[in-house]
């Protein structure tokens, strides 16, 4: 039978979260390997106490903190498995995951990655919630809008639609290509990975029955963090392996440009006009969809907009930051 060990990073941030995420490993007698990235006295305490009722729990701590990539590859290294399924110390399953990756992999033997949808938990801020649903159109997510609403049937893909809060890998194909997580890389690191696993060889299967239900960004303010340093990984992607950009990543750095140009150089608004159009009709889908409230439009507006711009803007910081590493070498 296909062992599966869960693998969680632990940030030392999110406590509430961690005992929710344990607590549905728990409830279906999963193995799950916790690292502790940096010490932190009340989640180890809770972890041994833990323990003492859920032996399938294993926890390691590193007293210095390191960056996430080289934690996920302290735990490739460390778990002993034929799959790793990499989960967010913020996102929680409902049904029984490790059953249906063990029934996936039986059932798709070419398969060597396995991921699957990440939506919003129905406890959720107004906010978070219509973050979550403006990240699963299509219009401000592209493909990657898969990854935040369960699409379709079973079907091989690449890396637009999996994630790494909902992924797994078999352990052999680490060995197999020497392959790990990129350090220097602090998002879209999974990316990185699975381009290269895919240059292998390496077959990608999404199922949107391999439902988490993942903790959005609580404010504005953060969400849009997030989205910049999205924007920023994807954009360094290429650095590290060229074949892996695609000119649909460009468009928000280029609307950027366009916006700023227009600001200082007389120009027709004719792109800005048609740029609105569509936001308005993703947006009236969504609303539709999701049957919200008018007074959710305005918020639904800011978040598409915004994240574009944000996405936009650190896709070219990430091209700037770089051409740096290029110039210093």
């Known amino acids: 039978m296909t062992k599966i060990t869960i693998a969680i990073i632990s940030s030392n941030k999110k406590y509430e979260y961690l005992k929710e995420t344990i607590s549905c490993a728990q409830k279906f007698d999963a193995d799950v390997f916790v690292l502790l990235n940096g010490a932190d006295g009340i989640i180890e305490n809770f972890l041994k106490q833990k323990k003492d009722s859920y032996p399938k729990l294993i926890f390691e701590t590193l007293n210095d903190k390191i960056d996430k990539s080289s934690a996920r590859n302290v735990c490739i290294e460390k778990i002993n498995a034929d799959v790793i399924y990499f989960l967010d110390d913020d996102a929680f399953f409902t049904a029984d995951n490790v059953k249906i990756l063990r029934e996936k992999f039986n059932k798709y033997p070419v398969a060597g990655v396995i991921g699957g949808p990440n939506l919003t938990p129905e406890n959720s801020s107004k906010f978070e919630k219509l973050s979550g649903i403006m990240l699963s159109t299509y219009f401000l997510s592209w493909k990657m809008s898969r990854r935040y609403a369960a699409f379709g049937k079973d079907r091989l893909t690449d890396d637009t639609e999996l994630i790494l809060c909902n992924l797994a890998v078999r352990k052999s194909f680490f060995q197999r290509y020497n392959l790990k ?50 924007g920023k990984g994807r954009a360094l992607m290429p650095f590290f392996m060229p074949s892996s950009i695609h000119f649909v990543y460009m468009f928000p750095a280029v609307f950027v440009l366009y916006i700023v140009w227009s600001i200082f150089f007389k120009t027709k608004f004719i792109f800005l006009f048609i740029y609105l159009l569509l936001t308005i009709n993703n947006i009236a889908n969504a609303f539709y969809n999701n049957k919200l409230r008018l007074s959710d439009i305005p918020m639904m507006f800011l978040i598409s907009i915004s994240a574009h711009m944000s996405y936009g803007a650190g896709f070219i910081f990430g091209l700037f930051n770089g051409a740096l590493w290029k110039i210093k070498k």
Do not use: A, W
């Open 181 to 230: 997580f990129e350090k220097k890389l602090h998002y879209n690191e999974e990316n990185l990975l699975l381009e290269q696993m895919k240059k292998c060889g390496v077959k990608f299967l999404y199922t949107p029955d391999l439902i988490v239900y993942h903790h959005r960004r609580s404010s504005l303010d953060q969400f849009l963090v997030q989205v910049f340093n999205s």
